[in-house]
């Protein structure tokens, strides 16, 4: 059973609108991710954050924002989609220290 | 240059076979993973590794710090095993491209 939920799964929508892509998880872990993946091609980190209130912009981070007011939460929102943005978005988290990742089941994005 | 490389790009067994994939570093690294990418996008985390060798079942890790160069190894591999294997490294999880695994019955 997943313990880091992402939604929608898949979304479709058109250029220009403002989009929320969600990331839940209840591990209580401190750092969150989000990756960009297109199909068959390498993930690219977008945005993490260490703990409530830390963000920090990763590779590809100038085109969408994220915010961490809670632990558990980490929603990284695309101002203005542009079909440029269609891609595969994932979430990820971890406990301080060497621990494992996980990663949540991801967000198909079409932006028509 | 990528900082993290991984060989081979594509590679096809067949079932029972060995494999070995490697992963090859040009940074200083507090950990490396090894993940799991099935068709369809989930990503399962299979290993973190700062030293040595762990195993899981019919996987195997190693790391070499010094040559900054890790491997992940299947024992009998069985069409399952099909998956894209990902090298990762650091907090902030620089990828490697990633290697494709097909294996055939």
Redesign the interface.
């Known amino acids: 059973e997943a313990d880091i939920y992402q939604t929608p799964r898949y979304l479709v929508i058109g250029t220009g609108k403002k989009i929320t892509l969600e990331c839940s998880q209840t591990m209580g872990h401190d750092?969150m991710?989000w990756?960009q993946?297109d199909p068959g091609?390498?993930?690219?980190?977008i945005h993490?954050s260490y703990g409530v209130n830390s963000t920090e912009k990763?590779d590809l981070s100038s085109e969408s924002t994220v915010s961490r007011i809670r632990t558990e939460h980490f929603p990284l929102t695309l101002e203005s989609a542009r079909p440029s943005h269609t891609s595969?978005y994932?979430c990820?988290s971890?406990r301080e220290g060497?621990?494992?990742?996980?990663?949540g089941?991801?967000t198909?994005l079409t932006v028509v | 240059k990528n900082e993290v490389e991984q060989s081979p790009q594509n590679l096809t067994a067949q079932e029972g076979e060995f494999i070995t994939i490697n992963c090859s570093y040009s940074v200083g690294i507090s950990a490396l993973h090894w993940l799991q990418q099935h068709p369809g996008g989930g990503i399962v985390s299979l290993f973190m590794l700062s030293s040595g060798k762990k195993k899981h079942g019919r996987l195997i890790a190693t790391i070499n710090i010094q040559e900054k160069h890790s491997s992940l190894h299947i024992t009998a591999s069985h069409p399952r095993d099909s998956a894209v294997y990902i090298c990762a490294v650091n907090n902030d999880m620089r990828f490697g491209a990633g290697t494709r695994l097909t294996v055939k019955p």
Do not use: P
Not at chain 1, 41 to 45: K, Q
Not at chain 1, 98 to 103: A, E, H, L, R
């Open positions: 750092k991710y990756y993946q091609m390498e993930l690219h980190l993490y990763g595969q994932l990820a971890k060497n621990y494992g990742y996980t990663f089941s991801g198909r």
